[in-house]
C-alpha cells in the first residue's frame, strides 16, 4: 500500500509538470501604471480565462524607459497596450497588428482650470499647455487646436511634469489629462475646470489598443486568438463587475495608492468611452482607422511614404492564418473523418444520411477551410484506428486525453467539452458531486474512456459494468441500479429518443471530457490546420449545436429529385455558354486595356496626377445622389494656391508647375480612399468628402492649411493657400454646393489669404 501511494504522488507530480509545461508564458506591456485603465488584463488572470486557454500571463507596468513598439517588435514582450499612433509606427514600417480598441474614444483631454479664463480653444493663443513631448500621443489635441485657427506656434507649449499642482498652482495654464482621473481630483478639491475634449471637435481617436507584431500572428495565430479572447473575456466581466473588480485593482494592483472611490470613478467613464453598453468593445473600424491615418499624415507626424493594407494592421479573430504549405495541404489532399454511430448524438445514422454533434462539428470546419472530405461510419474502434494509421489523411474523434487502443495518433486541441452526467428514475433526488453517489449501484458502460479515470477516482462508488448505455437503461428501468453515470449528450438524447417518461437528469457534473481529433502522428500539417481552425470556433458555435441535440425531432424525409434534375439541366447550359464565353475573353481584355489607356487621358489631369474638372464634376452628381438618397452628410473643400500668378511670373513656370504637383501628391497622400481630388482649372483645386460633414471637413481644411504652409517647396518663399467649406443642403444642387464653397474661399482670398472658411 505504502509503494502505492508513493507511486501515485510521483505520478501526480509528474502530471503537474506536463500540465505546467503545456502553459504558454508570455507577457502584455502595460503602457500607464497600474489603474483600472487595465481591468480586463487583471481579471483575465485573476479569474483563470488566462489559464483556461492554457496561458501563463505575466502583466507588465509601465516603465519610462522602456519603448512599447520595439519591445513587443523584439519579443520582450508578446503583446501590449498602446495608443492611436501606432497607425504612424505601421506607416513607418513597423509590423504591428491591432487587435482590440477597448475604448472607442481615447481618454485623453485637454483641462485649464477656470480661474485661468480658458473658454475656448482659441483662448490658449500665449498660454502655456503642459503636453507629453511626443507629439504622436497628443495628436488629437494638436488637431483639435489647429482646427480652431490657431498655429501650435501660437502656443507655449511645456514638457509634461504629470503632476496635477502645476496647473493647480498656476506653473502652467492648461494641461494633458485623462478624463478618468484628474477630473475626479479636482472634484475632490472644489476646483472648478474645464475640460477640451479632442472628440466634441470631430477628432475621435481610439485608446487602450491591445496590440501584437506581426510576427506573432505568423509563428503562433492560435496563441493570438486565445490572447484575443481572454482579454476581451476579461474586459466583459470587469464592466460588468464594477465593484468586484475595482476591490482586486485596489487590492492587489494599486501601485499608485488610489482610493476606492478614484477607481470607480475611473471605471465609470471608461466603461463609457469604451461603449460597453452599446456592444462595441474592442471593435475597430476600418473607416476610423483610415481616418486617424489621415489626420496623421495632414499633421506631417510621419515622413515615410509606406501605405499598408488596413486588413494587415487590423486583426481579423475570424480569419484562418494559415502557410503557403497549408493552402496547398488543403488543395491537393481529401480529407476523411472516421465516425463511429454507436453513439448517438454524437453521430447519428438515419436512412443512410448523418447527423449528431461529432458530424456537425467536421462539417463546421469543413466549411470554414473548404475543404475536400468525406466521411466513413466504421464501429469498430480498433478497425477505425488502423485506418488512421495506414493513412495520414484519416482522423476520428476521441474522448478524454489519450485513446489507449492508437498509440500512433496526434490529439487536436479541445473542439468541446462534453460534461459528465447522472440519470435516475423521477422519484431520485437531484445531486451535485459524484462523490454523493458513493455506496450506490451506478451504471456504466465499460468500454467509456472516461471509466477507469472515474474508478480511480472514486473507489466507494459501486460500479455496474454494461456493454452498451441500452443496457444501462434497461437496469435503471428494472431498478437494478440506481442511476447511470455518461456523458450528458447522450443520456439527453436516450431520455428524449426512448421517450422514458420516468427518467430524468439528476444530476450534472464538473467531470468535463474534451472530445478531440486523432490524427496520424507522421502528418504535422493536418494537425497544425485543425488546431487553427478548431481555435476559430465560438462559444456561441458551440451553444448553437450543443442546444440542437438537448431534444431532437425528426422531420419525414422530402423527394428532392426534381430540384437535382433542374440543376443537371442548367449545368448543361452553362457549360455551353462558358465555352462560347472564353472565346470572347481575349478580344474584351485587350479592349479593356485600350479603355483604360483612353479613361485615364480623358479623367486624370496630366501635370497633377489629380482627378480631371470632367472627371470631379461627374464624381459629385454621383456623391449627391447617393446622399439624396442616404443622407450620411456630404461635404465639399474649395481651394486656391495664394500669390499663384507672382510664383509664374517671377519664378518661371516650370516651378509653378512643380509647386502644382507637390501640392497634389500631398494631398493625394493623405485623403481617403473614399475621398476624391481633384484639379478644377488652373491653381483651383477640389476635395469631394462622402460621410463627413462641415466640422469635419473645417478639421480637415485647417490641418491641410498648416501641412502646406509648413513645407519646404524649395522655393525662395512660403507657399500658402484659401479654403472655402461647403455641407451639402437639402435643397443644393452640384453647382449651388460648388458655389457656396467657391465664395467662401474668394472670401478668404479677399480678407488676407491662408485661412479657412465655412459657410
Known sequence: MNIYKIFLLVSLFFNTL??????????????????????????????????????DVTIKEFDFDVDLVNTVLNSKASYAVGKSSLIIDRLE??????????????????????????????????????????????AAINSMIISQGLNLKDINFQPHSFKLEDLISGKTDAMGCYLSNEPYILDSKNIEFKIH???????????????????????????????????LKGWKYAFENIDETVKIIYEKYNTQNKSLEALKYEAKILKELAQFKEGRLGEIDFKKVEEIKRLYLLLGLSDSAINFKLEDIIYDSEKINLTNEEKEYIKNNQINLISNSNFPPFTIEKENKLSGIEIDYWNLIRKKLNLISAIEVINNNKEANEKINTNENNLKYAFGTADYENINSNMSMSVDKIKLALTTLVDKPYTTAIAELANKKIAITKYASYYKDLKKKYPKINFVETANINESFELLQSNKVYGILGKLPALSYNITKKTISNAKISGIYNENYELRLHVNKENKVLLNILNKVISTITDEDRKLIRDKYNSIIYEPEKDYSWVYKIIAFLSVLIIIVVVNNRKLNREIKK?????????????????????????????????LNREKRYNRGLSLIFFDVDNFKLINDQLGHSTGDNVLEKISSLVNNTIRKTDSFGRWGGEE???????????????????????????????????????????????????????????????????????????
Not at 491591432?98 to 498660454?127: E, W
Open 93 to 138: 514600417g513597423k509590423k504591428v497588428v491591432l487587435l482590440a480598441a477597448i475604448y472607442q474614444n481615447s481618454p485623453m483631454v485637454l483641462i485649464s482650470l477656470n480661474k485661468s479664463n480658458i473658454k475656448t480653444i482659441k483662448d490658449l493663443k500665449d498660454k502655456k499647455v503642459m503636453l507629453t513631448p511626443d507629439a504622436r500621443s497628443a
Open 18 to 55: 506536463v500540465l505546467q509545461a503545456k502553459e504558454e508564458k508570455i507577457s502584455i506591456q502595460l503602457d500607464w501604471l497600474h489603474q483600472f485603465q487595465f481591468a480586463g488584463y487583471y481579471i483575465a488572470k485573476e479569474k483563470g480565462y488566462f489559464k483556461e486557454e492554457n496561458l
Open 685 to 759: 483645386f477640389i476635395i469631394i468628402l462622402p460621410e463627413t460633414n462641415k466640422v469635419q471637413a473645417k478639421n480637415i481644411a485647417y490641418l491641410l492649411k498648416e501641412k502646406i504652409a509648413n513645407f519646404d517647396f524649395e522655393i525662395d518663399r512660403k507657399v500658402t493657400c484659401s479654403f472655402g467649406v461647403s455641407q451639402f443642403e437639402e435643397t443644393d444642387c452640384a453647382d449651388s454646393l460648388l458655389t457656396r464653397a467657391d465664395n467662401a474661399m474668394y472670401y478668404v482670398k479677399r480678407n488676407g489669404k491662408d485661412e479657412v472658411k465655412v459657410v
Open 197 to 231: 475634449n479632442p472628440s466634441e471637435y470631430g477628432f475621435e481617436f481610439y485608446g487602450g489598443l491591445f496590440f501584437t507584431s506581426q510576427e506573432e500572428l505568423k509563428q503562433n495565430p492560435i496563441r493570438v486568438r486565445k490572447m484575443h479572447r481572454a482579454v
Open 591 to 623: 479592349r479593356k486595356i485600350a479603355e483604360e489607356e483612353l479613361n485615364k487621358i480623358a479623367n486624370i489631369d496630366g501635370l497633377t496626377n489629380a482627378f480631371s474638372r470632367r472627371k470631379i464634376e461627374s464624381i459629385l452628381e454621383l456623391e
